[in-house]
């Protein structure tokens, strides 16, 4: 059960950025997701076949999805977003 309704709206293909930890501020994709974690992937750090587990709260939606859950889509997607292109 969630506590935040903003974790319980995140799903797989969801644009998140982290809020806590060592990776405040990195953007990733929901790859896949349980009650209480997600798994994110940034497409190289941490790519699709070994994705990071996170606390839900420790996630924020960003409002974008990805369609198509490869390395290098994810890695393209990202790297538009923070620069503030439309993809």
Do not use: Y
């Amino acid at each position: 059960m969630c506590n935040d309704m903003v974790s319980c709206n995140i799903s797989v293909g969801d644009v998140v950025k982290s809020v806590s930890g060592r990776t405040k501020d990195h953007l990733f994709v929901v790859v896949a997701d349980n009650e209480r974690f997600a798994f994110l992937s940034d497409g190289k750090r941490w790519p699709v076949s070994r994705p990071k587990k996170k606390n839900k709260k420790h996630i924020k939606s960003m409002g974008v999805r990805v369609e198509t859950l490869s390395d290098e889509r994810i890695q393209f997607f990202l790297r538009e977003l923070s620069r503030g292109g439309n993809d």
